[in-house]
Structures are given as structure tokens and as C-alpha cells.
């Protein structure tokens, strides 16, 4: 895409229906928007196949709203990450498409509706303590059009809690491991399934858990094949990665 | 395949023609083949789609050939990594399809001949010094039968390096990243393109690189969503993570 | 006990006074309880001599009073760690039987009246802060069954104070170290006696105490022998941990 | 100047116009004032070209106001940093050419005026959240009296907002760039210039971001060179170095 | 036995057997043998249960052999670990009951005939190159006077090995778990068993393992209960900490 | 002493003023008092020259009561460090010579009169943010009866500043260096005198100042020999330390 | 340069001197060189102002051979870093120009001659063991054309030694310190001069010092202001840095 | 004695028999020796009260002989420490007086004969493998003129051997503990005694002692009072650091 914008623009100084100095000033202008705080990425949805996302910490409601507003105006479908109930007030006062999940502290405004794939995006967590990450990871997956299912609370402390449950594994077509303390899920769920198994570390536990790098360096080390890992408590990244996995297997 | 295989064992003891005491039995006998010092997967090529792997430091040579020789009269792919040259000798001695790739350092055995996959995986790295990882990867992302192109000393320090090859990435359906050093080579890759990136961090460096940690956190806190990382020096992980991806896109 | 139940299962087809697919199913529905968010594991007690526990921190109190309410229920005892007193209200409020320990922060509720074991669980701190984690371990230890002695602020700096106790040593079978700062009590001891000892490090310390690694790391490489280790400020870990030996010497 | 000033002392005692007794006491006496709970360096301004910075954390809004008030009454320019607004209120209060950056934090008294530099100092961030950083190097720089220009959000997840700005890039004299997360712009921008790049790693991420260490060892390992690495969130000290190496290019 | 003899020691200076300074002689005089570069710990048989055992690396063939040739004069049992053969071989000059086991690196002399203990210890390993480590464990247990069985690569990466040996866990006491790598298998036997399991952490894998750092705080967080953990590749102290537990169960 | 106690003891048995019996009891209570909570150690001051300190974090005011009371019943001195304000109110309420040093966040009861060393204690800060922890080791020392001094804010920053001072820094007989951010203080003081330093680490700083750890590094790599450290922000420890070193020169 | 290259392009395709797929092809073709197994940046030197240099670890003699033949053949100066004797023997072979520096192990070969610049790069070292590291620097710096002069074994442990050097400090424009162990000569130097310093940390020392961790952190720390750190032992990227600085002042 | 060397200096001048000038000359001529590599010390003891020691590793031995011989013709005594056999037989050839310490590898020249101090410094190890550590120690404490004596092997594990031994521990008037492993020895000596103790960790132990930081941690946490740190191995500070804090006991 960019490099048929490209073509297009070469093809047009080659026309004369451009001079060579306003096709300098263009190709400093890629779509990006200058909004002095932030550089707005509107190219991202050619670029990456889904628009910039907005993380809420760190930033003020004022400038989160004013980055949403630019996104939507767009047609962009919007997702908002660490997002405080406060903040999706504030969004839905420009936008009542806005919907919140609390318990994944996401705002998402779905622009366009469409249908979800057909291949499954499975999310596990080991713990109840592991469902706020997951959920951000379910949010960003749906949003990006993935049929999304989960299955929480099967932890390897009780393993037949997972061996009961083979046939959810075997429906999904990419598996997301979320899981904080020891993180052993994702070893053990990479090796049961021939599917790829994105993992997230979360920071749950305590002690020499160090806030999630157990965890992390647990499914680094995987024994199992076919796992490959995000940051801790990144369910952003982690439902992105899978979505972008999911749709290979969608039949245009 | 295990489902089924568990439920015509169910309709034998139904049917008489096995009794619950041998069916025991059997459910104790699942196809792995107890060596003493190593309890050999052949279960693995059902599970997981792939053979197990021989991973050969830390084994003997003698332990080395007993578990490749194991592996391939059942004619499952081999895969040997970490082998040193005299390894390969002593595999080539007993099956002379054995291949070397010296700078990956992996022994391969082709058993049965696979049409590569039209999708193919891409293989860039930072620098010279990350091609050995790189070439494990390749090793196994082709034995596991997928189409691998390599691209190599892509690192941002030149930037246009990379910028000048937009048309090999474009053709790939997944990238494997393989980066020491800053490892920042990821999150430029994982910003220009729309399919999953598998992200290597390498040993190379030296002071504060701490043998790939430097590259490892780099990696893992990509500012550029669809990047999922595997251990450090691990070729093998990430060719394994891409080919499960890749024939996701494949047309049965 | 769970091999007897596959057995019988196995029977019952045989027997054809159950079919194959019934069978298929409740292989499926092995004891556990999905309540959504959680997945409550009833199978524990039979399986490892003890109910699962209810871990409060990041579960709501609701969460807490559903998963209690399961678990008595079904007459297992219940332990709930790391409550807060509005956690152990809520729970009194379903079942008058429950009881606080406000200094270890613990729930318990006695579902069935057990005779303390012969043998004696002896719980010693080095220092007075260490003493919430020590009745972490003593609510778990005597829910579980185990008589159980305290032994306070006897760490190294004044060894004396240890000595002169050797008699309560003696008395005991097994015996839990929990110490912060040097964590140097459990080598002192591990070197006094001919038991097991399980050490906890605690957070307890500053500076390059790091929140208790400096005691982990002492405490693992105690040059004492017969000194294993529990996480950080693991009171609960230890507890189990100890009951679970003190219960191999139990004449039945 | 410190060289000539004890030369000066010398030649006064070879004069007699000084006794020696006096001459020692002198040279306990140089340029330092002793307010009890500092010693403030008067003497900074000649030995380093800018006067002593007051750092106001850990310090009460009394210390800060003496400290700014002994500098300003020697005509010193003054600059705190990390202060909050009631710090600079209390300034305020005794000096109102005092001015407060709300985003840097800063409170600037220039006390004499100065035109700024030619050469520019251009500062970059990666991302919104590293702006606070930014800012306190930008008062630093100016108060220092470098021209600055700012750049911000142009981090390498969309590279094409970087690539589009060469312009800005070619013009500045040094480069400072602050962020977090991955720090990959530090060696993106490293490579594309031929100027000193100051890189200031932010506590900006989550998770294996580990409060800037990941940024910090991603600057460290630039494989561009011309980049050198202050502290995590040193807005301050890069203004600084920043400055000291613009003037070295001013005409005199 | 200390107290009794300390008893016996003052009767008889109320029997004026023995005069006060004599008594102070001999309180100094407890049995330990100072042979210059070591105090050995003859006494430690008494109180631990056990004899001292020779750690081989940092000290000279010479002053093993001196160590354990006071060790055997008193009939303790030897146990020299991390011993190369020409260790064994200066061992067996001076006494050809000294048995070598060369993938573990122990020697023993077993110089009384012990019954094994009818409780058993079983070790497991997730993998080949755990092997050394386990069979250090296996030396010491067995010396120690305790049956042991072991279980050698049946780590979580193909469960199935594990779950089909579920008889063999049921009849063990107690259970050694050593694993390097991810170090999961600890998790998935604690959740499966009723029994203390004393989890070691090898120095196998690469990269994110750090030597042995990734699998020791998997094993530390460990979600299942009932699990203690020693230092990394720590076979004796694993061998130990697990006999000690196991006699606690032996009928007198 | 200690040993002059238990001769005592062993003398009156064999003059059968004692029993053998009771002089068993006798050697269990040794100088602790048994609070439950704390076992205060009376005996410290025979042992150490000085009484057990009172480390208030981790208590509640009561036992923090508690224990002064015991200690000043005694005619112990009393040190009561990380001491809140409330703490001190609670202690004067018992006993009126309480005084708090609000800065050093210390309470003390100077029970007997002692007159102050001739030697004195120098403790230097390198900067203003320091000085709470040399405040500790100020009240520490003096209360042990050492003459102190102080140089606040001398950091090398503005190394004139230290190097005017010679003269304090030849009178003192130990020297103290409290210093965070860097910690290179104690080197250079370490390479200017003849005298022991005492180097304490302050968590003073920001980034990868990591809360002292560089500060503590940089300390224990000291260049200059005759430098010691202690734990971060104790400067208890280095009052006690320095105190201990000073009365060795007093002349008795 | 490349902004002028692109335009003159650009006005090629607008006078249809060129064709548009022409122009695309070019643009894939900027200047570098594939070689295979690395992608030489010969635009290098455009960009900044100084050729690509050949980091010989983890190459081959001939991969480095090749390198640099590429390099020179174009009229670029050579630097190829920790080079041993051999590889130097064998770029001789092709260039007799090529020169060696045995302590920096450095190769360089001078294409062209130039004036050195007015303005020197002082390097300093702490200690005798830092030396190898500092002539890295220098090498690199009088390769790029500054004029360098050296200082060695100053460290703060007698700080006299720097003290009486204080013409030097004050001939150089930017200055190099170079230091192990506690790194503490950067902050001194830091705190005497009004020019920038370039910090660099050093591997040497023992224990604590953590191969070079120490030292880095001290100089990120470092309380002087106008001090930038780069890698450890990264002689090479500090003396690039220098001389880019250095080149600042340069009157053309 | 600087500082009066400094008042004759201008007292000199004062007389007028000697210029200003000259004296700047002479200011920067204090004594230390420019080696080239090297900037010998001499002043050392004059300020410090022990000449610089030569610390072997990184210097060829030409080097180390250079320092050695310029010290020695200043008849400052000689200490060259790590230095390993041939390279006490190169400094042998210079001169016979020189003597070898195997074990701590240690070369020392007694230019002076001094009679031991009254006082007595006492080394502790934990165990056998902490010897060369200690030795070291020994050997510096030695030279610069303490009366020194050893125990050796006397760990926590059997504390009977320490406890056996109060009274060497009494008659020290410094303790030096050398300790790997847990470390936790320091924290015992230091609660039995009331003398300073000097701590040194040693890189003695395995797995998770992580090359002597368990045992460095757990002293700088040391629960005792009155001890302090010195860097992993570094028996040279702890016996520079022992005899500086003897020496103050001793009566002129």
C-alpha cells in the first residue's frame, strides 16, 4: 500500500501533474497528525492492519479524549488500555458507542461492525488473580474482529482441570496462556496442543514472584515448543499477537 | 486424534473385545519408549505436529545416536541441535540422509520428502555475529517443512538497509527477528508490517548487554504490537513459533 | 483413589450399565466446580490431603465468600490467607464457626473436629516482625491437624537465647525457621538438630535486604543440611508443607 | 580562573601583603557558603560554567527557598528541579521572575539576560509519557542558554513520523533523546545523524520494563555510535551535557 | 544425647569425680578434631543423624582424603560429592570399600550394613541432563540408609509420561523433583500427589535460564502446596532434606 | 564475664550449694526476659557494650513500650530507631529523659551519665538528602558515649569543599561517610586519611540509583583501602560500628 | 546530502531523464553492499560522518578481511575493534598502510591524510588495568582526526595525582575518563571541568563490581553534572562520541 | 604532615627563598612517580600509613616488577597482591628479602623490621575453601605490622566449634570473618563478641550463592551490630581495615 502510495506519487511528477518540491513537502507529510503532545499514527491501520491504540497511564483524560476523538473521526476503531472509569465517562460523552470493561479497565468504540472469524482465539488463566489481564487481552482480540472464548482458573495445581477440558483446547486455533506465580501453565499447555501458544506473564504472586519475572522467565524457558511470550501483563500485546496469528487461517 | 484413539479403546471394552484390566494397561502404555535415561516422545509427532527434538548438550554422543536412531525408525524428521561436527559424524554413520549446517549447528534427517508452504517465513538479523541463531531457525522451520528466506545485517544503525528491502518483507507471512546488542531491531520491524514478528534475542554484545538481557527486555517491551518473544539464542523456539503460524495461512 | 474410580468407570462399560459416550462425558467432569471465575477444586482433598485454600489478595470479597461457601459445603475445612478483618466479617456472616487471626491473617473455619497429631510442628522467629508469616504457618499447620508450639525473637544476634531452648527442639518433628534480614537462624538450627527444617524468609529488613532475598538466598545456601525453603513470607507454604511430614510419623 | 586566584594568594604572601597563618586560612575559606545542612557552591559557576542546581527532593520548602536565595543574591542563575507547585509558590514569594515549568517541574530565576545560542539543542521522545522528562531538560538547556526545539511522540512503532522530520534532525547542533519502554529511538536516530545524541532512558512501561532498566540497557547497547546515556528520567543532567556541547560550536 | 552427656558431666562434679577447671576443660573439648585447615565435625553424627560430608571442590585431593580418613577411622559413613575420579581413586588407596558412582561425582564408604528404610524415595527428572544432579541425590539418600527409586525425563513438555506412571508416585514417601529449564514439573507432581516433595533446581538450559535462576523461582512460586525447594543443583542437600523426612515414617 | 557466670555456677555445684538439677535450670535462663512476642536480651550489655536496640518498624507502639520499659528498668540504656513521632510520645509518657532527634528519627534514654570520648567520630554526608541517615548513626553513637562531629553536604561534586576541611577530617579517629547517588565520597575521603571509614550506603537518588544499590557498589569496590560498609540507610549500624572502633583507642 | 541526492531524483523523473520504475528500482538500491552474510554501509560516511567499523568478535578473519577490503577499496578510513595479532596479519596482507595497536587491539588503516583537530580529547584512567580500554578510544578518536592526549593511573585513591594535572584538564575540550572498579574518578573529574565528560565503565575488578556494573552505575549516578556514560569496556563508542563532540568546536 | 608541608612551602615563600613561581612548580610535583602506565603512589604513606600495594591482575609481570622495585628503593614495605608463583619469582630476582604466600598469593618485602602490635587481629573461616581469602588478609595484616592469628574452619553448621573457642575470640581486639555460602558466621561472631567485626564474603559455594552475593548480602543484613563489609574476596581490605582499627588500641 505504501509503496503503491509511492508509485503513485512518482507517477505523478513523472506526469508533471506535481513538481518535484511539492513532492518533498508530501513525503514529509505522511499521514500523521500533529497534535503538539502526540504524533497521531493514522498510517498504523494501512501499516498493521488495526489503528493506533491509546494507553491511558501516563497521560491525561484531556489529551486520552482528544487522541480518541482524532481516531474515530477517522473511522478507526478505538481501543483505550489502562483505561480508569473516569476516562470512559469522559469517552462516552463524545462518542455513546464507547463500551467499558472493568475488570480489563478497557474503553473500545467499535466503528464498524464485523463479523468475528471463524478460527477461535482461546484465552486460559492459571488463577482467578490472572482474569484482569485476560480480559485486556479479550477486549483488544474482539475489537480486532477474533472470535474470542475463554477458560479461567486451570492452573497446574489441579491439572485435571485442564485435561477435562481437551476439547475447548482443540477447537482454537491460537491459545493465549495468562498466568502469574510459578507460570508452568504455558509449559504445560504447549506441550498438550499443536497450536501456537502466546503466553503472558502476570505480575500475581508474591515473594520471589518479583512482580511477574518468575513467571516470565518460566515461559521463556519453556520446555514445550511452539510458545512464545510478552511482557508481564501485557494482555494488549498478547490479544494483538494472537489476532494477527487468528487471521492467517481466515479463508478470503 | 488422542480423543479418538481413547474413545475406540471405550467401544472395545463395550463391545468385550478387551477387558478393563488390559485396557488399563493400555491407557498406561501411551507410545512413549522408556530408553532408562530418556523416556522418548513418539506421542509428540500426534500432539504437537512435530517430533521431538534432540537438544544435545548436556548428552552424550552415544545417548545422542540412540535417541535419533529411536526417532527415525518410526520415519519421524529429525532434529538435532547444539551438535558439534563430531555429533553429526557419528548420526551420519547410522543414517546417511543426515545433513550438517555448521554455522546453525543442527543435524537433520529428512524422512519423508514435504512440498514446502507457499507462505513463507523471512529471517532477518541485527548483525553478522546473530547469523548461527538464525540459521537453527532456518534448520528447523525447513525440516518442519516451511519455505524460509533469509535476510541478513539489517540493523537500525543503517536503517535504510532495511527500508530498501520493503518488498521481502511484504512477501513474508511471519518474521523471525534475531538481535543482540539494543535488539531495537524488533520494534522497527514489528512497526512496519501487518503479520506476526517472532522476536530472538541473541548473546552477542559485550558490558551491559549481559549476554542478550539488554536485547531480551528490549524485545519484550516492543512499542510496536504483534512482537512475542522466545529465550535468548533460542533458534530453534522461534522457528518452531513460525512455522505453527505459518501453516495456519495454508489452503488444505 | 482416583485410579479406583477410572477403574470402576471402566467396569461399568464393560458392564454396559454405561455407554461410551456417557462415559466420555464424565470424564469430562472430574470434581471440580466452574463458578466462572473460578474453578473450585474438590478433588484436592483427596488428592493431597487437603482442601483447596483461598487466596484473598486481588479477589474480591464476594469472590472470597462464594468460593468459602463451596468448600464448606461440602465439609471440607477452609482456609482463607491474607484476609483483611471485612473479609473475615463477610465469611462470619455465612458461617458462625469461622475464626480470625488477626496478626496472621487468616480465616478458618473447622468443618470437622480433628485430634491434634502426636508429633509437633515448633514454629521459631528470629526476630519480633517476623511473627505475622510464623502464625501464617500456625493457622495453616493446626487447621490441617498438627499440634503446633511458637518460639519468638531468637535470631543469632543473641544465640544464647537459643540455646538455652534446646530442650523444646528436641521435643519437636519437624521445625519452620522464619526469618527476615540475614535469614542466618534456619544454618544455626539446620546445624542443631536431626529433623527437617522448612525455612521461610521474610520481607522483613531494609536496604540490601531487598525484601527478603538477601534471607532467601542464606536460607538456600544454608551450609547446614536437612533445610529446604518456601517463598517469601510463604507462612501458608511452610505450614502445609510441614504437616505433610509431620503426619509420615503418625502411628495410625 | 581557580589557578590564577591562588596564584594571585601566592604573590600577595611573596608581597608580605599577607601573612602565611592568614594565607591558610584562606585557602580553608574558598568560595562555599556552610548554611548547616549544606555547603553551597558558590564557586560551581567559574569551575563548571553554571551555578549549583538545587535538587528539591528530600528537601523541605525551607531548605529549597534559603539555597535559591543565597544563589539569586550572587546573581547566579537559578534552577530546582523536581519541585512541585507549592515549592514554587514559596520561590515565588521572594523572587518574582521566578517562572514554573508544571509539566518538567522546574523552577528557572534568570537573573541576567542572555541570547540564546545558535547551534540548537533538539530534544525527542518517543512517546507522550516521556514528555515530563523532555521538559526538564528543555529548562535546563534554556536556562543554561542553548535555543531548543522539541519533537515529540515520534517513536520507532511508526517510524515513518521520525523519517519524515530529517529536516529538524539536520538542523540541530546536539540531540537529546528521552524514552521509555523498549528505547529503541535512541539508536534509530543515533544512525541517521552525524551529531552527539544525549540518550535519557524514561521509567516510562510496565512489566519487564523494570522502571527504565529496559530502556537504559537498549541505550547502552546502541549499535549507532555518537549516542551516550545519562540516568533513568535525567531530564536535568541531559539538559546539561547537551548544552556543554552546543556552546563548544558558538563563535566567540 | 548432648544434654545427657552435659548431665552425666556435672554429677560428677557434684560427686567430686571431677573438679570445676577440669570441667571447664572438657566443655571446651567437645569432639570435634582440628586438623588445621578444617575442625572436623565428629560430634555431628549425634546431633544431625548424620556424618559430615566432604564437599571435594576448593580443597586439594590431600586434604580430602585427610578429612575422610578421620571421617571412616570412627566408623561414620562417608560421602564425598563433586569428587573427578582421581578424587575416588586416592579415596580407594586407603580404603577399598569406596564405591564411586561417576555421574553423580559421589564416593561413599558405607562402613556399617544397613537395612533400607521401608519407606521409599523417588526421584524424578524432567530431563536427561538433570541426571547428575539426581543421582548425587540418589548417592546421598542411599547412604544415608534409604530406598530410593528414580524417574528419569518426564518432564511437563509431554505429560503423558507422567501421568502414565502414576502407580510409582503413589508408592513413594517422599519425592525429589529435579528440573532445570522452566522447572514446571516441581508444580504439576506437587499438585498431583499427597506428599512432601523437595523440589531441586539444576543449572540446565540457556539463555533467560541463568543457569538455574529461572527454575529455582518457578519452583519457589510453585501454585501447588506441599513443595520445598534447595539450592540450585543441590543433589546432597535434596538426598538429606528427603531422608530425613522419609525415616519420620519408619515404625521403630 | 559469661564465662565467669557459668564457673560460678559449675563452683557452687561442687561446693553442693546447687544441685545438679536446678544448675540444669539455671543454664536455661540465661539473661532474656520472655515477653511472648520478644525476648528482650539483657544480656547484651555484659556480651556487646551495649544493650539490645529497639528497631520500632514492624511494631506496635505498645511493643515498643514494652520493651524500653524492660530495657530502662534495668538501667539499660535505651535506643529506639525509625522512630515516628507518636512512638516518642508514647516512651516519654514512661520515662521523661526520653528525647527525639526528629531528623535521625530516634528516641534515647540516657540512663547513666558518661563522659564523652576523648576520640571523636566525624561523620560527613555527601549531600543535604543524607543527612536523616547520619542523624541515626549521630544519636547511635553518642548515646554509646562517643564524641561526635559533623560535615554535612561535602560531596565530590564540589570537591573543594572537602578538601578545605583537611583539618576536621585529621582530628576525627573514625570516620563515617553517609552518601547516596554515586557514593563516591567514601573512595575519596578513603584515599585522603589514615583513619578507619565506615561507609553507609543512603537510598538517595533516582533511576538506576536502584534505592542505594549503585551507591553501595561503588562503596564496596572502594579503590582507597580502610573502608568498610554497612547496610543501606543503617546508619545505626554505623554508629554502633564506629563507637566500637573509637573506645579502643580510649586510654582506660 | 540524501535530502539533495532523493531531490536530484526526484527532478530527473521531472525532466523524464528517468522513468518512474527506474526511480523505484534506485531507491532499492542506496548505497550498500550485500555480501551475503553482511550488508556494508558504505552511506555510512555520508551520514555520519565517519565509516562503518568492523567489531572483529564472532567473525571470521576472512568475513573481517572482506569487510574491510570493501571499506578501503571506497577511500574509507578502517577501524576494526578487538582485533587479534592474527587478524591484523591478515588485513596486512591486503593493505601494508595497516597499522596495529596491541593494547587497544584495535587495526586501522588511515586512507587519507588528515590535519588533526585543534581541539584535543583528553583520555584519563583510573587505574594501570583500564589502559586497553582507553586506547580503544584513542585509536578510534585519531582515526577520526581529533587530536588525543593521554593520562593514566589517576584514580581517586590518591587524588593529588589528578589534583596537580589541573593544566592538562584545562587544555582539553572534551574529555574521556575511563574506570573500573568504583568508577568514582568520573564524578571528581565531572565536578572540575566546564566541558563535557564522556564516562567509561570498565570491566576491571572483582566480586562486587560485577564485571563493570558497579562502575556504570556510579557514573550514571554521578552527582557532577555534564557526565554521559556509554557501555562497558566500550572504548570505541567513547572515543566516537569524543571526537563527534570534539569536531563541534572545530573552526572550518 | 601535609598540611605542614604545605605551611613550610609558604612559609618559604614568605622568606623569599623561593618565587611564586617555582612554588606552583613544586605544588605540582607532589610525590608520586609517572610510570607511564602508571602513577606510583609514594605519598600514600605519608597520608595513609601503608604504601600503594600492587594488585596483580591485569598487569604483565614487567609491570608488576616496575612498581615493586620503585616502591622498595623508597624502602616503603611491599605488598603484591593475586599474584601467581612466576610472578613472585620475578620479583625474587630484584630482590631475596621477598617472600611468597601460596595459598593467599601474596608477595611481600619487609623493608623495615617492626614489632608486632599488643593487639591481636583474629581471621575466622566458615570453612576450608575460605582459606586463600583468608590468608590473604593474613598476609597484609602481617606486613603492615599486627600480631595476627587464625581459626579456620569453624562454620554455623557446627557452631560447637566456635562456641568452643570463646576464648581466642576474647583476646582479639579485631575479628575478620571470611565466609562464603550463607555467610551466616559473621552474624553469629558479631552477637558473641564486643569487638568490631570485619566481614568478607567470599565466591565459595554453588547455584543460587551466585559467586558470593548470598554471602555479601547476608552481612551487609547482619541482625548483629558492630560489623561491616568488605568486597567478595577482598582479604586485602579486610586486613587493611582490621589493622587500621588495630593500631588505634595500641599505647605510644
Same mark, same amino acid.
Given at each position: 500500500?505504501?509503496?503503491?502510495?509511492?508509485?503513485?506519487?512518482?507517477?505523478?511528477?513523472?506526469?508533471?501533474?506535481? *513538481?518535484?518540491?511539492?513532492?518533498?513537502?508530501?513525503?514529509?507529510?505522511?499521514? /500523521?497528525?500533529?497534535?503538539?503532545?502526540?504524533?497521531?499514527? +493514522? +498510517?498504523?491501520?494501512?501499516?498493521?492492519?488495526?489503528? *493506533?491504540?491509546?494507553?491511558?497511564?501516563?497521560?491525561?483524560?484531556?489529551?486520552?479524549?482528544?487522541?480518541?476523538?482524532?481516531?474515530?473521526?477517522?473511522? +478507526?476503531? @478505538?481501543?483505550? $488500555?489502562?483505561?480508569?472509569?473516569?476516562?470512559?465517562?469522559?469517552?462516552?460523552?463524545?462518542?455513546?458507542?464507547?463500551?467499558? #470493561?472493568?475488570?480489563?479497565?478497557?474503553?473500545?468504540?467499535?466503528? @464498524?461492525?464485523?463479523?468475528?472469524?471463524?478460527?477461535? @482465539?482461546?484465552?486460559?488463566? &492459571?488463577?482467578?488473580?490472572?482474569?484482569?489481564?485476560?480480559?485486556?487481552?479479550?477486549?483488544?482480540?474482539?475489537?480486532?474482529?477474533?472470535? @474470542?472464548? $475463554?477458560?479461567?482458573?486451570?492452573?497446574?495445581?489441579?491439572?485435571?482441570?485442564?485435561?477435562?477440558?481437551?476439547?475447548?483446547?482443540?477447537?482454537?486455533?491460537?491459545?493465549?496462556?495468562?498466568?502469574?506465580?510459578?507460570?508452568?501453565? &504455558?509449559?504445560?499447555?504447549?506441550?498438550?496442543?499443536?497450536?501456537?501458544?502466546?503466553?503472558?506473564?502476570?505480575?500475581?504472586?508474591?515473594?520471589?514472584? /518479583?512482580?511477574?519475572?518468575? &513467571?516470565?522467565?518460566?515461559?521463556?524457558?519453556?520446555?514445550?515448543?511452539?510458545?512464545?511470550?510478552?511482557?508481564?501483563? #501485557?494482555?494488549?500485546?498478547?490479544?494483538?499477537?494472537?489476532?494477527?496469528?487468528?487471521?492467517?487461517?481466515?479463508?478470503?
Amino acid at each position: 500500500m505504501e509503496t503503491s502510495a509511492l508509485k503513485e506519487l512518482l507517477e505523478k511528477i513523472y506526469n508533471r501533474s506535481i *513538481e518535484p518540491d511539492q513532492a518533498m513537502e508530501l513525503l514529509k507529510d505522511l499521514p /500523521f497528525e500533529d497534535m503538539g503532545f502526540a504524533q497521531v499514527d +493514522h +498510517h498504523r491501520t494501512l501499516r498493521q492492519g488495526f489503528p *493506533e491504540v491509546v494507553y491511558c497511564e501516563g497521560k491525561t483524560v484531556d489529551q486520552v479524549v482528544a487522541v480518541v476523538d482524532s481516531l474515530r473521526k477517522r473511522n +478507526h476503531g @478505538v481501543l483505550a $488500555t489502562r483505561a480508569e472509569p473516569h476516562v470512559y465517562e469522559a469517552v462516552k460523552l463524545i462518542d455513546d458507542r464507547a463500551e467499558y #470493561n472493568p475488570i480489563g479497565r478497557t474503553v473500545t468504540i467499535k466503528t @464498524v461492525e464485523k463479523k468475528p472469524t471463524e478460527g477461535m @482465539v482461546l484465552i486460559l488463566t &492459571a488463577g482467578t488473580s490472572d482474569i484482569p489481564v485476560a480480559e485486556e487481552a479479550l477486549s483488544t482480540a474482539d475489537l480486532l474482529g477474533s472470535a @474470542v472464548e $475463554t477458560l479461567y482458573d486451570v492452573g497446574v495445581a489441579g491439572i485435571h482441570r485442564l485435561l477435562g477440558r481437551r476439547e475447548v483446547l482443540n477447537r482454537a486455533r491460537v491459545i493465549i496462556v495468562v498466568a502469574g506465580m510459578d507460570g508452568a501453565l &504455558a509449559s504445560v499447555v504447549g506441550g498438550m496442543v499443536d497450536k501456537p501458544v502466546v503466553a503472558v506473564p502476570t505480575s500475581v504472586g508474591y515473594g520471589a514472584s /518479583f512482580d511477574g519475572v518468575a &513467571a516470565l522467565l518460566t515461559m521463556l524457558n519453556s520446555c514445550a515448543a511452539g510458545v512464545a511470550v510478552v511482557n508481564i501483563d #501485557n494482555g494488549f500485546g498478547a490479544g494483538c499477537m494472537a489476532h494477527m496469528i487468528n487471521i492467517l487461517g481466515e479463508k478470503e
